[in-house]
């Protein structure tokens, strides 16, 4: 399965992208930490392709980060924009 985080690494990501490791509540602190796991469980499902249940989660992640990056985009498009710039979540 997809690698777990620590909360060291969590709150890397959250002091990288929500502003400090304790802004948990951050639209772009949770869209970055969807970004990672989307990615592990993306790795994960090239090796085991029937794994549905993996699937089913990473097709939830991914509604859920399009949901916020819609909400932020309508709140901020600058952030919105730097945002998918840094983690390179468009092509």
Do not use: C, P, W
């Amino acid at each position: 399965m997809s690698e777990y985080l620590t909360k060291e690494d969590k709150k890397k990501i959250f002091a990288e992208f929500g502003g400090s490791e304790t802004n948990t509540g951050s639209a772009e602190g949770q869209i970055a930490l969807f970004t990672h796991r989307i990615k592990g469980l993306s790795d994960h499902l090239k090796v085991n392709k029937n794994d549905n249940s993996s699937r089913n989660t990473l097709l939830t992640l991914v509604g859920k980060r399009r949901r916020l990056l819609n909400y932020l985009a309508a709140k901020d498009i600058e952030a919105y924009r730097k945002l998918i710039e840094k983690l390179k979540i468009r092509k």
